[in-house]
Nanobody
């Protein structure tokens, strides 16, 4: 079982930055693909970014490419999402997710472990 706890959300103005963190419990973090997803009010949850077990490869949704950066520190069991140049359309609850294995996927249905989410609000 993997437990995930996100933090770092908040209210920021357009163009601002935030860094989200997700701490994982258990011994499986270094064997897990980690992902970030988000869900805006009235919309479906969508893929944002993912990172391979060693951190060597990263993947992003087109909407955040060049603005967001996913990274991880396996010694700290933590994955990060650095968000720059934030826009009002980035407003959502952001979720950390994990899946064991080596294949990176972007479908939320392929991630069995989820955090409780952290709210990000970008004001215009």
């Amino acid at each position: 079982q993997v437990q995930l706890v996100e933090s770092g959300g908040g209210l920021v103005q357009t163009g601002g930055s935030l860094r989200l963190s997700c701490v994982a419990s258990g011994r499986t973090f270094s064997n897990s693909i980690m992902g970030w997803f988000r869900q805006a009010p009235g919309k479906e949850r969508e893929f944002v970014a993912s990172i391979t077990r060693g951190g060597g490869s990263t993947y992003y949704a087109d909407s955040v490419k060049g603005r967001f950066t996913i990274s991880r520190d396996n010694a700290k069991n933590t994955v990060y999402l650095q968000m720059n140049s934030l826009k009002p359309e980035d407003t959502a609850v952001y979720y950390c997710a994990a899946r064991l294995g080596t294949v990176v996927v972007t479908s939320l249905n392929d991630y069995p472990y989820w955090g409780q989410g952290t709210q990000v609000t970008v004001s215009s």
